[in-house]
Every structure is written in structure tokens, then in C-alpha cells.
T-cell receptor, first 115, second 118 residues
Framework: DSGVTQTPKHLITATGQRVTLRCSPR?????VYWYQQSLDQGLQFLIQ???????AKGNILERFSAQQFPDLHSELNLSSLELGDSALYFC??????????????FGPGTRLTVL | AQKITQTQPGMFVQEKEAVTLDCTYD???????LFWYKQPSSGEMIFLIY??????QNATEGRYSLNFQKARKSANLVISASQLGDSAMYFC???????????????FGKGTKLSVKP
């Protein structure tokens, strides 16, 4: 158990819908990263938050957004869903990179299926 | 741009034997970090081992060791005494630098599927 929790584990929805994925980082970790794993794109970085602030953006679509709350949990919002958004979405957390090697510990993932 | 290459889509190894999974990387940075993760069929990503670019010794964690050859830009994972439970996808990853719009996020290779035969 990595200490990172993600809910829900599975999500099935229809095209055009909106969903919210939730992540709670390990105790003490201030950084939260979101990744998408799909068959055609592999594992891709989406977005990072540090202590409530957006720090870096990767290949995140404009239809996607995220935020990190004062209790450090994070939510990834996916809207106007398309078939191609079906993927495994991971949240990962780490300590401040300036204080450690920066190992990222991954949650169990949310498997999103868009029908 | 940083890049990770894993050239072995699939590998087979006999139980109790050692196996090496290849990983090469490309970066112009002097300071970087390299990681290996294991993804079993259940889907979770399990951190295995870390190597910093300035670490003088190869990293080891139990049956896992990282064969770090900086001049060749390779960071191969060695699994000794393979077990049936080692059957999984293995991903090599590099940490992006803390500047230029990135903040340490990971970039991943395409992975190697390891199958351990009894």
C-alpha cells in the first residue's frame, strides 16, 4: 500500500458527460501529480499541484482541469468526455523535491470507461 | 527534450534466474533522477528503485539493482532470483528538472512486459 488513495476505482460513463476523480496524497506529501495511462499514448503527465498551487502542466486537454484543496487532496475534472478519454488515471504524491530524491508514490488508479 | 527508451516489449525468464531489463535515456541536464516502477496485471504502479545522476554507487533494493552507466546513458534494471510474482510490466522513468515549466514530473518509457516461467 503506497499510502495514496484514489476514488472511485472504476467509472463508466457516456460521451459528453463530466466526471470527477479524487486523490488523497500520502501523509506529509505536498506535491500531487496526475498521470493518464492509455494504450496508444502510454503513461503521460497531466498536471501537478504543490501545496494548493498549480506548478506544472503536461499534455492536459482544455476539457480537463484539476485543483488541490487546503487539506491537500486533489480532484481531476474531466468534461465533455470522448471515447478516447477512456484510460487509467493515476495520482501520485511526493515530498518536496528540494528535500528528497522525489520518489513518486502512485495511487491504485481510476479506470475510466467512456461509452 | 528528455526521453526514455525501453527497447524490449516483452521478456521471458525462468524462475530463479536473473534478468536484465534495458533502459536508455536522453537528457542534456547534469542533475537528474531515474526510477523503475512495476505494474502488475492489477494495474497499480509500484516504486522499485531510484538512481540519482550524482550517485557514485549503483542503487540496490533487495532483489532489484540498477546498473547505471552514465556515459552510455543507460539505467538497466536487474532482477535477481526471479519469482513468479515478478511477472508484470516494468517502466523506466526519468524525473523532469525543476525549471522550465516542469516541476519534477516523470516521463516514462513504453515499458517491458516480463513473464516468469515456472
Amino acid at each position: 500500500d503506497s499510502g495514496v488513495t484514489q476514488t472511485p476505482k472504476h467509472l463508466i460513463t457516456a460521451t459528453g458527460q463530466r466526471v470527477t476523480l479524487r486523490c488523497s496524497p500520502r501523509s506529509g506529501d505536498l506535491s500531487v501529480y496526475w498521470y493518464q495511462q492509455s494504450l496508444d499514448q502510454g503513461l503521460q503527465f497531466l498536471i501537478q499541484y504543490y501545496n494548493g498551487e498549480e506548478r506544472a502542466k503536461g499534455n492536459i486537454l482544455e476539457r480537463f482541469s484539476a485543483q488541490q484543496f487546503p487539506d491537500l487532496h486533489s480532484e481531476l475534472n474531466l468534461s465533455s468526455l470522448e471515447l478516447g478519454d477512456s484510460a487509467l488515471y493515476f495520482c501520485a504524491s511526493s515530498v518536496d523535491l528540494r528535500q528528497g530524491a522525489g520518489e513518486q508514490f502512485f495511487g491504485p488508479g481510476t479506470r475510466l470507461t467512456v461509452l | 527534450a528528455q526521453k526514455i527508451t525501453q527497447t524490449q516489449p516483452g521478456m521471458f525468464v525462468q524462475e530463479k534466474e536473473a534478468v536484465t531489463l534495458d533502459c536508455t535515456y536522453d537528457t542534456s541536464d547534469q542533475s537528474y533522477g531515474l526510477f523503475w516502477y512495476k505494474q502488475p496485471s492489477s494495474g497499480e504502479m509500484i516504486f522499485l528503485i531510484y538512481q540519482g545522476s550524482y550517485d557514485e554507487q549503483n542503487a540496490t533494493e533487495g532483489r532489484y539493482s540498477l546498473n547505471f552507466q552514465k556515459a552510455r546513458k543507460s539505467a538497466n534494471l536487474v532482477i535477481s532470483a526471479s519469482q513468479l510474482g515478478d511477472s508484470a510490466m516494468y517502466f523506466c522513468a526519468m524525473r523532469e528538472p525543476l525549471y522550465g515549466g516542469s516541476q519534477g514530473n516523470l516521463i516514462f518509457g513504453k515499458g517491458t512486459k516480463l513473464s516468469v516461467k515456472p
